[in-house]
């Protein structure tokens, strides 16, 4: 009876608000807007309630529904799981019948001309994909939030926030303003790509000039505990940092309201995360502050304003339209994430973010992705790209083999673009900037959205050299053969050596859980020794010897284990071709095996000169040409 009286106040709340609207005569077809109204009674246990009121509804049996995905998020999402109380009525507050016909799917057979749909969302958790309400926020990323009308994509949308001054709120979005506290969608796809984050986030802008005049505001909103002096001190720091962005591409993109906004949220109840949009990007960062975490944050915000360009509107085929009732797969995540990744942190060196010595520890990680991880030796960026409606935020029970059949297209698509531009630079004299800048002014800027083959047709055009677009096409990218990262590197006076030679190695630790939250194995026997909790890499040591997720290591050389350090201990005083003597249990009772250990394969690279060697003048002038700041 509650929810019912609450539900009638909303509507004749919302019937109010738009009374004016409704008067005119509305002119057929997809212009005639739906409108939304939102609204935080009960924001202290991490609810909304929605209101969608539909004039001119679709003929027939109507249907609304959630999403199960989001647009820069390859896995399905069941969004409709956190929907409830969903009902609906008639303008005098009549109520219609509403069958659930999917989880996520709602229909009203017999209906008047306007429908209004209601429902309470539930949300506690922020990050790029979800929604998170509570007292002091309301963070919202559309698919998660907000039901559609389906058949009515391309009308126009609405927003009304309600609550506004009751919380003490102000609205950060991408979304037109349209006075008030309404906004405004021209779509749905446009709606689902403009999350909303109502808090009392602080502020600080500046404006960029492109080559032709035009001017563009950057924002910077962030909700945290920092103090206004610090978040302009951080803007400082952005601003320089989308200025070498800027660079790299000869000018900003037209942004579509003249502003790009960075939305950040900065508190440890946040999950690390970050979300490319068209005129804005949703960055959240478990700290309590930004200050004293510069340089951490920084990295984020250099890879998704990146995404402005690259993704957002140098877009690839398989994402347009973007498909909101299941997740989408994508070949190029190599080029639209790998490429972004490359070039977030090396902006980051050219912007004097990152000394060279810090710029060369992410360059192992790169170079230990392509050449050291069991499936970038076996499979193409291509095929790890498709693989991302697994692995992108994608959540399994049951435990998946990804430590043998997944690495990150994020670092391997960003070794590709290493060894890219160093080759173009060391073979061709040419710069991976100048080709991104092509394909930029051939596909992004005009919005036609790309395939590989004409990324490669690009790079032949640039290079005057089909066949070398060609080679590398089918070897590094649809195949997974590897570039010659040691004597690339060693272009600009970086070293790639082993990270720990003569080290004895049996394989990484047992307990390493990556981002796809992989399910964890269980053994009754875990009290008395050290689990194997996670998939065991393979042609590892452990894995020769048979060992596997579930088992438990009892002992190692006669000594009681009970702990990874216990373990590590063990093995750190062998030399690699020694054995340990292992006693395990598992469901098929107690046994024991000789692990055969080997030199650690992983790599590290430093500058020669912190290697004690010295850079010549090639190499300096190398480096120098690579990473020095471009803003003129
Ligand atoms: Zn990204």
Redesign the pocket.
């Known amino acids: 009876m509650k929810k019912l009286l609450l539900l009638l106040a909303l509507c004749v709340f919302t019937i109010a608000v738009f009374a004016q609207r409704r008067h005119k005569r509305y002119t057929a077809g997809p212009a005639t807007p739906i409108y939304y109204t939102v609204s935080f009674p009960n924001a202290v246990h991490h609810e909304a309630e929605i209101m969608i009121t539909v004039p001119q509804a679709p003929r027939g049996p109507l249907r609304f529904r959630m999403s199960r995905s989001s647009p820069?998020r390859y896995a399905t999402h069941e969004f409709g799981k956190n929907v409830y109380n969903v009902s609906a009525f008639t303008d005098k507050g009549t109520m219609l019948t509403v069958k659930q016909v999917d989880g996520d799917i709602y229909e009203i057979p017999i209906h008047p001309s306007t429908v209004n749909i209601s429902y309470t969302l539930f949300g506690n958790w922020v990050d790029g994909t979800y929604a998170g309400i509570d007292a002091g926020q309301a963070h919202l990323n559309m698919p998660a939030t907000f039901m559609w009308v389906v058949g009515a994509e391309r009308r126009p949308v609405k927003f009304r926030f309600t609550d506004l001054d009751k919380h003490n709120w102000k609205v950060s979005t991408q979304l037109k303003y349209e006075g008030g506290n309404t906004y405004s969608a021209p779509d749905l796809q446009y709606l689902m790509d403009s999350p909303v984050a109502l808090s009392a986030y602080k502020q600080t802008s500046w404006d960029i000039t492109n080559p032709n005049g035009r001017r563009q505001r950057i924002n910077l909103h962030v909700y945290s505990d920092d103090s206004q002096q610090a978040i302009e001190s951080f803007g400082k720091m952005v601003h320089k940092l989308t200025l070498e962005e800027q660079a790299v591409f000869g000018e900003l993109p037209l942004y579509d309201n003249g502003e790009y906004t960075f939305m950040a949220n900065v508190h440890p109840s946040v999950n690390g995360d970050?979300?490319?949009h068209r005129n804005c990007t949703v960055i959240t960062d478990p700290f309590y502050k930004i200050e004293g975490n510069e340089k951490a944050a920084l990295g984020t915000f250099a890879?998704?304003y990146?995404?402005s360009w690259n993704?957002e509107r140098l877009r690839p085929k398989s994402l347009q339209p973007f498909d909101f009732t299941h997740s989408n797969q994508s070949s190029e995540l190599w080029f639209?994430?790998g490429f972004?990744?490359y070039y977030?942190e090396m902006l980051l060196t050219r912007a004097g973010f990152y000394t060279a010595d810090d710029y060369a520890q992410v360059l192992g990680l790169v170079v230990n992705a392509a050449l050291n991880t069991p499936a970038a030796k076996k499979y193409s960026p291509v095929q790890m790209s498709n693989y991302a409606v697994f692995a992108d935020a994608g959540v399994s029970v049951d435990a998946v083999n990804n430590s043998n059949i997944f690495t990150s297209y994020?670092l391997y698509g960003a070794a590709t673009a290493l060894a890219l531009d160093l080759r173009l630079r060391s073979e061709f004299n040419l710069t991976l900037d100048d080709y991104m800048r092509q394909v930029w002014l051939t596909y992004g800027k005009t919005e036609k959205p790309y395939t590989i083959q004409m990324l490669q047709l690009a790079l032949a055009r640039y290079t005057k050299e089909p066949a070398f677009a060609s080679d590398f096409f089918k070897e590094f990218i649809y195949g997974a053969d590897k570039n010659n990262y040691e004597g690339l590197l060693a272009n600009a006076g970086f070293l790639m050596r082993k990270a720990q030679p003569g080290a004895a190695w049996a394989g990484p630790p047992f307990n390493s859980v990556g981002r796809s939250r992989a399910g964890q194995s269980h053994s009754a026997a875990a009290a008395e020794g050290l689990l194997i909790a996670t998939t065991v890499v393979e042609n590892t040591p452990v894995y020769k010897a048979g060992l596997d997720a579930g088992d438990v290591i009892l002992q190692a050389d006669g000594q009681p284990i009970t702990n990874q350090a216990d373990w590590d201990s063990i093995i750190n005083t062998k030399k690699p071709g020694e054995k340990v003597k292992v006693k395990y249990n598992n469901r098929m009772g107690v046994s024991e095996v000789d692990i055969i250990l080997e030199e650690n394969p992983v790599y590290q690279v430093v500058t020669f000169e912190r290697a004690g060697q010295t850079l010549n003048k090639e190499q300096e002038a190398f480096r120098d040409a690579w990473l020095r700041s471009k803003i003129k």
């Open positions: 820069g970050g979300m490319e890879h998704e990146f995404h993704v639209a994430e972004t990744q977030g994020y």
